[in-house]
């Protein structure tokens, strides 16, 4: 039976790892005794958050998105030392199924939905001859359906960043995972001020976290946007885990 390189990609993780799934040995990238570039793909970047501490560390970062690149046509380079991966997850959100019934809302459609996912995973798998790392980034929704359980799941307030909610985030890939700041929510310096604006609208979700919706102002569309960001506080988290 043929193996599909996205499987041949999640048995690598294991296989090459140091046990436990998660802990990877680098090395850097050589020509003689010259350390070359470390090229970096952003593949569906959008702002450049995740791949942020990776720029200013001075890696050859490249921004793999609309409407500049396309992912479902891009080539990637040779020599690719990590690619961070966050595809749409719009079509495989769990908020779209109260909208299922509405006209006004697009029913979902899982071929559009892979369309960016399969694209990211091929060019993974043409990256593998010099890939250290690689992660694929999604909320925690219907993609597992397709790609199986994710490696390492997180929520932003983890971090020590300004993303002080709740959004449960599944990553898949083969990299280091990244260390967690916060065990409890209260331990955040933040979490007082954040109670006292949204204890009125989050005090009855059963994890007691604020959402995004609880503590941010404005509409849907600028909720949407804020949190299709990747946190920050992860993304510094994720690069000192995986230089």
């Given at each position: 039976?043929?193996?599909?390189?996205?499987?041949?990609?999640?048995?690598?993780?294991?296989?090459?790892?140091?046990?436990?799934?998660?802990?990877?040995?680098?090395?850097?990238?050589?020509?003689?005794?010259?350390?070359?570039?470390?090229?970096?793909?952003?593949?569906?970047?959008?702002?450049?958050?995740?791949?942020k501490p990776y720029l200013e560390a001075g890696y050859d970062?490249?921004?793999?998105?609309?409407?500049?690149?396309?992912?479902?046509?891009?080539?990637?380079?040779?020599?690719?030392?990590?690619?961070?991966?966050?595809?749409?997850?719009?079509?495989?959100?769990?908020?779209?199924?109260?909208?299922?019934?509405?006209?006004?809302?697009?029913?979902?459609?899982?071929?559009?939905?892979?369309?960016?996912?399969?694209?990211?995973?091929?060019?993974?798998?043409?990256?593998?001859?010099?890939?250290?790392?690689?992660?694929?980034?999604?909320?925690?929704?219907?993609?597992?359906?397709?790609?199986?359980?994710?490696?390492?799941?997180?929520?932003?307030?983890?971090?020590?960043?300004?993303?002080?909610?709740?959004?449960?985030?599944?990553?898949?890939?083969?990299?280091?995972?990244p260390q967690r700041v916060y065990l409890n929510y209260e331990?955040?310096?933040?979490?007082?001020?954040?109670?006292?604006?949204?204890?009125?609208?989050?005090?009855?979700?059963?994890?007691?976290?604020?959402?995004?919706?609880?503590?941010?102002?404005?509409?849907?569309?600028?909720?949407?946007?804020?949190?299709s960001i990747t946190p920050s506080g992860f993304a510094r988290?994720?690069?000192?885990?995986?230089?």
């Open positions: 039976m043929q193996v599909s390189p996205c499987r041949k990609i999640m048995e690598n993780r294991k296989v090459n790892g140091d046990g436990d799934g998660y802990g990877y040995g680098y090395k850097p990238l050589l020509i003689g005794d010259i350390v070359i570039s470390k090229i970096i793909l952003d593949l569906c970047g959008g702002t450049g958050t995740w791949s970062v490249r921004n793999i998105t609309l409407p500049m690149y396309d992912v479902t046509t891009y080539i990637p380079p040779k020599g690719v030392y990590g690619i961070l991966s966050a595809p749409p997850c719009q079509m495989f959100s769990q908020a779209r199924n109260a909208h299922n019934n509405n006209p006004k809302v697009k029913p979902r459609n899982f071929i559009e939905g892979m369309n960016p996912v399969n694209a990211c995973i091929r060019i993974i798998f043409q990256c593998q001859e010099t890939l250290v790392f690689w992660a694929l980034e999604n909320p925690v929704g219907l993609l597992s359906k397709f790609l199986g359980k994710p490696v390492y799941t997180f929520e932003p307030w983890w971090f020590d960043g300004d993303e002080n909610w709740s959004k449960r985030t599944a990553l898949w890939g083969k990299f280091n995972v331990d955040r310096p933040d979490a007082y001020n954040v109670y006292i604006r949204a204890k009125k609208r989050y005090s009855l979700r059963k994890s007691k976290i604020p959402s995004i919706q609880d503590i941010t102002c404005g509409g849907h569309k600028v909720q949407n946007e804020i949190r988290a994720f690069y000192e885990s995986n230089r």
